[in-house]
């Protein structure tokens, strides 16, 4: 959601991060993981210190849309943005570690 702020006489356009990021939910629990990849992608380009979103965004390239590249850097973002937050080091860890058994699994097998 946009949101029209005044500043110095001027309005500028700012965007409701709450309000994209449950969009952005909604999405990937119908499973519209391309819509849901939209959303989150202007979030991370407006936010992009939010842990909480590159960790969500993660998620997204991972389990929704199977792109391990973007979702690895993601996860590693997080480990940069939140170097003292254990849930989100382990979270971000955890999945990292995903990535890489699920990666050598299908390397495995062909």
Do not use: C, W
């Amino acid at each position: 959601m946009l949101i029209a702020q005044k500043s110095a006489g001027k309005f500028t356009m700012s965007i409701d991060m709450d309000a994209e990021y449950r969009k952005a939910e909604t999405a990937y629990m119908q499973g519209k993981y391309a819509e849901a990849a939209t959303i989150i992608d202007l979030l991370a380009a407006n936010f992009p210190n939010s842990p909480r979103i590159h960790l969500f965004r993660g998620y997204i390239y991972s389990y929704g849309l199977e792109d391990y590249t973007i979702a690895r850097e993601e996860y590693e973002l997080v480990l940069v943005l939140a170097p003292y937050d254990p849930e989100f080091i382990n979270t971000a860890l955890r999945e990292i570690l995903y990535i890489e058994n699920l990666l050598r699994t299908r390397q495995n097998q062909t």
